[in-house]
């Protein structure tokens, strides 16, 4: 089969499994699914997230990085108009709040993980001395840079970047936009307290369902194909990691079809 062929497929399989998905043939859809896992092992199209969602799979620890780069280069010239004009998403500028109600006004150096095309980065600025950025999405790295608000910007995967990076210690490290591509935290976590300093401000976002909703799992795959995230299971894996809950406040993460999705907004302290 030439790649032309298979891509084809791979376009056939995923539309047929996400029609069927639509009209509530669950079972059939995950048959179509493990198609389209079959001709596209990297999971470009994000079957492994969509299972998981219909009860249909495993949750997995992460979204694919390959589905995670397609998704936003895809989405990267509009991501701006959708994400903030149709979605009301304005966490960004609800961080920049809350930094300054707790005081924390000034930074020698920020690290913006997942980046985007730099809404965060944009609104913190004037804040911090130094901003460095990193996306996965390349495309949205190119915008980032066209919106000359960092220093230093990479493309590469957040956790493999906090575990590997070789860097002076950042005193403010923000993911707003982070945890709901990422369900298993202590890795990530663990990765943000090696690449801070003590007394630095972690500061990100997540998304929640109703308690009874996880079922006592730490954390799951929503409606939406996004993680949420158990508010005690955070709070946990912050303390492993030799951070300190500052404030865990409740945000409206977006409007979805205008239902809000509920979520929390943390910052946290390094010990």
Known sequence: ???????????????RALALEKEGS??????AYHEV??????????ATVRLASMGRGATPPKAPDAYVSTLFDQHAEVFDDVLVDQLGYCVPLLLRERLQAVGRTRFARLLDLGCGTGL?????????????GIDLAESMVALADERDVYDDLYVGEVVDFLTEIE??????????????YLGFLETFLAGAARCSE???????SSETLPDQ?????????GPQQRFAHAESYVHMALTEAGFTCLEAGEIVVRQESGTP???????????
């Open 167 to 180: 860097e002076p210690a950042w005193d403010l490290i923000a993911a707003t936009d982070v945890l709901p």
């Open 1 to 15: 089969m030439t790649n032309t062929d298979t891509e084809q497929a791979l376009a056939e399989a995923y539309d």
């Open 261 to 271: 999705t509920p979520g929390h907004l943390y910052l946290a302290e390094r010990l």
């Open 37 to 46: 896992l079959a001709l596209d092992p990297e999971d470009r199209a994000g």
């Open 198 to 204: 003590n007394g630095a401000i972690l500061a990100f």
């Open 26 to 31: 669950f079972d059939a859809a995950a048959l």
């Open 120 to 132: 965060a980065g944009g609104a913190l600025r004037d804040m911090v001395d130094h901003a460095t």
């Open 213 to 221: 909703a996880f079922a006592g799992a730490p954390f799951k795959v």
